[in-house]
């Protein structure tokens, strides 16, 4: 059985930092693209950062770039999230997602939240 499980979230006002974690189990942690997405409320849900095992890459919305470092270990099956400067805008549930194709789909600037499983959010509120 696939779990994601995200945690790390809380309450900070705006200018600080959080660290996001996700541990993963129950797929092959190396050859799935696994990637950050965020949900605020009433908006659709947006990726943050992506980690693409087909190309190697690191991908990063172009609304974070610049404030947020993803990065994972794979002897522990888990990606981090490092959010720095964070904005009341940045308030959101957030989600840990992976995919067994290895990509992740970008449009543009954005990274779009098509990826085949996906944990329960953690949830980040940035006070002004």
């Known amino acids: 059985e696939v779990q994601l499980q995200a945690s790390g979230g809380g309450l900070v006002q705006a200018g600080g930092s959080l660290r996001l974690s996700c541990a993963a189990s129950?797929?092959?942690?190396?050859?799935?693209?696994i990637g950050w997405f965020r949900q605020a409320p009433g908006k659709e849900r947006v990726g943050v950062a992506c980690?693409?095992?087909?190309?190697?890459?690191?991908y990063y919305a172009d609304s974070v770039k610049g404030r947020v470092t993803m990065s994972s270990d794979n002897a522990k099956n888990s990606v981090y999230l490092q959010m720095n400067s964070l904005k009341p805008e940045d308030t959101a549930v957030y989600y840990c997602a992976a995919d067994p194709s290895g990509d992740c789909l970008r449009i543009g600037g954005s990274l779009i939240a098509v990826m085949d499983y996906w944990g329960e959010g953690t949830l980040v509120t940035v006070s002004s």
């Open positions: 129950g797929f092959n942690f190396d050859d799935h693209a």
């Open positions: 980690i693409s095992s087909s190309a190697g890459s690191t």
